[in-house]
């Protein structure tokens, strides 16, 4: 009989979007876990230039907010009352849950580390724009991705002539 209940709980349970206070989505998502409802916090590797170095930073895929799969008619107050948690995204009816694909298409890109993987969308030929460092905010034209992963060779205009300049992926982006 348990497990028919179970069966049935399943059945009602579908993923919704949890926005959480801000800088709170760590502390909203253990205090969900801790309250046995099932959450996905994504989260990727993000580097900033620092002091000459690029630093690695781990961040959630989309601040301030996460993802719980709960039944609202069980489990509603619990989600909305933990701590960290801002809000469910609904509308006047109550909260609206979004589809198992877009929660399916997200695992399907987390590494074996954990985090997200973010395809690079760069080509040759794409204007990026030089985010930091002693270059930042200069407008280049993507050339070519190099052996190691983090490094990239874009060409600059400096007096002139076009000049090709490695510099690490995650310190360009592309624009227009």
């Given amino acids: 009989m348990d497990e028919m209940n179970d069966d049935v709980n399943r059945a ?21 876990l801790h309250q046995e409802i099932e959450t996905l916090l994504p989260l990727f ?4 230039y620092q002091n000459g170095k690029m630093i690695p930073k781990i961040k959630p895929l989309f601040p301030n907010y996460l993802f719980a799969n709960f039944d609202p ?8 009352w933990a701590r960290g948690v801002g809000l469910i995204l609904g509308n006047r009816e109550g909260p609206i849950p979004i589809s198992a694909k877009v929660v399916q298409a997200i695992l399907d890109r987390i590494g074996r580390d954990n985090l997200v993987e973010l395809e690079d969308q760069m080509k040759k030929g794409d204007f990026v724009q030089v985010t930091s460092g002693p270059l930042k905010d200069l407008i280049g034209i993507f050339e070519r991705r190099m ?12 007096i002139g002539v076009d000049v090709p300049v490695q510099i690490s992926r995650y310190q360009i982006r592309k624009v227009a």
């Avoid at 590797?45 to 900033?48: A, F, G, I, T």
């Fill in 45 to 48: 590797r993000d580097y900033c």
């Fill in 147 to 158: 052996s190691g992963k983090d490094r990239v060779t874009i060409l600059l205009n400096l």
């Fill in 73 to 80: 008619q069980l489990h509603y107050y619990k989600v909305k």
């Fill in 12 to 32: 009602n349970r579908f993923w919704y979007v949890v926005r959480t206070k801000a800088g709170d989505e760590h502390r909203a998502n253990r205090n969900l």
